[in-house]
Each structure stands twice: as C-alpha cells, then as structure tokens.
C-alpha cells in the first residue's frame, strides 16, 4: 500500500458535540446471530421498517435476496443480480435502518481496495466503540457481489447457504455503497465491522458487497449513538441458538 493509494484529498467535518436526537438512532430487526441460525421468517414489514429510516440494508422473508435502502426507496437483489423495488408490506427477518446526516465528508481520488478502505474510514472515525453509518458514492473500478436465492423449510443455517450464492462481477461501476460499521460491543446483536451492500446509479443492479476497489468517489460517515432493535416472538426465534460463529460481511483479501 503506498501512501498515495491512501491519500483523501478533503474532509469537512460536523462537530459531534452537536449530533443528537432521535434520528441518530440504528433501528435493527431481530439479530445477526438469529439469521446465521436459520430464523428467516419475520413480522415486521419494510412499511414498518420505513418508519425508522431511509438508510439501511438487510434481508427478506425466506432469506430472498439481499436489502438496499437509500433515499426512501427499499430495493431487493435477487439471484439474477437486478434491483427491484420493494413493496410496503414485503416482510423481512432482518434489516437495519437510520436517518442518514453525514458529520464526516471526504473525496478519495486514489483508488483504494477493500482492506484499504476500511483502514481509510477507521482513520476518519472518532472511535471504534460507537456506530457508524457510512455511504460511499461514486465510481468503482472493482465490485465483486452476491445475493442469496430463497430457502424452503427446514431452513439450512447461513453457511450452508451462503455455498450456494449467486456471485457478480462488475466493473467501471457507477452506484452507491450503503453500510454500517459496527463495534464489538454489539457482537451477538449484529456482526462487528464493515458490512455494504451497493446499488447501481440507475437502480438495476447491486447485491452484498464481497470486495471492491474504489475509482473516484465520496465518503459520507454518519456516527449514531442510539441503537434500538426489535426482537422476534416466534417460536423460531425464541428456540434458536444464540451462539453463533461471528459473520463476517467482507472477504478477507481485496482483488489484486
């Protein structure tokens, strides 16, 4: 990694001292470690969801498919890699969302890989011990996706089906990542670090964001202090071991 590959050209910066509010909460439904069970049925629906945030991702009823939410609209990935719009009263047994107001802006010229990337956003946080929403727009050299396809029951755990995901490539991308980042402290409730999902600038395309490498793009960083999340009362949920493995989002190696 050279120096320049890490270079951001401006960051303005929000005093945090005047961040507060309701809208600097992270709304989540149901746990991490519940979906890495199998728990893929869920109540509460993306009309439901939208009451608490325009910023967020997750999954749907039957584990079909991977979440976007960015301006209002909630958008599902399929297997064949393309975007639909969401329907108000679609279910999902898992999602996070937020009222994104960015407190941290830079501009990154340089391109920079997965790992690369998540050191630059350490280096513009005040601390890993909080939550982070982060937006990465721009262009992308790189993107390497996936999406999941629908299960039937007996639901198979994560794992299992995450051998079995659907895996796209793009290049010369032009979108937005919609992300978290999230502290240890929550381990359990939700998967400690980066976890993006992307959706293309025309809406037609995105998925779970398994590596990149950036081109030109703008960083946005939303640090939220609150977090709320609603718990399941069905007999999947209350039945489900709670000590799962940590998931982790992200490859463990950017593209060369």
Request: hydrophobic share 40%; no cysteine; glycine share 8%.
């Amino acid at each position: 990694m050279t120096h320049v590959a890490m270079a951001i050209l401006s960051i303005i910066v929000t005093p945090f001292a005047a961040i507060g509010g309701e809208r600097d909460v992270l709304y989540q439904v149901s746990t991490i470690n519940a979906l890495l069970e199998g728990v893929y049925d869920g109540e509460m629906t993306y009309g439901d969801v939208m009451e608490h945030g325009a910023f967020g991702l997750g999954t749907f009823n039957g584990l079909d498919g991977e979440m976007v939410q960015l301006e209002g609209s909630v958008y599902q990935i399929k297997t064949d890699g393309k975007a639909y719009v969401v329907k108000s009263e679609t279910k999902t047994p898992f999602a996070m969302t937020t009222w994104f107001e960015a407190d941290v802006t830079g501009f990154q010229k340089a391109p920079l890989g997965s790992e690369e990337l998540q050191a630059r956003l350490d280096a513009m946080i005040v601390s890993k011990n909080l939550i982070y929403a982060v937006k990465i727009t721009g262009s992308f050299d790189y993107l390497k996706l996936r999406s999941v396809p629908a299960q039937s029951k007996p639901y198979p755990k994560l794992k299992k089906v995450i051998e079995n995901q659907a895996v796209f490539e793009h290049s010369k991308a032009i979108g937005a990542i919609v992300g978290f980042r999230i502290p240890g402290s929550l381990k359990g409730a939700n998967s400690p670090g980066y976890h993006f999902h992307f959706i293309s600038e025309d809406r037609k395309y995105g998925g779970h964001v398994l590596a990149l490498r950036t081109a030109k793009v703008k960083i946005e960083l939303d640090q939220t202090r609150g977090f709320m999340m609603i718990l399941p009362a069905d007999q999947e949920f209350l039945e489900a071991d709670e000590s799962s493995d940590t998931y982790k989002p992200m490859e463990s190696k950017s593209p060369r």
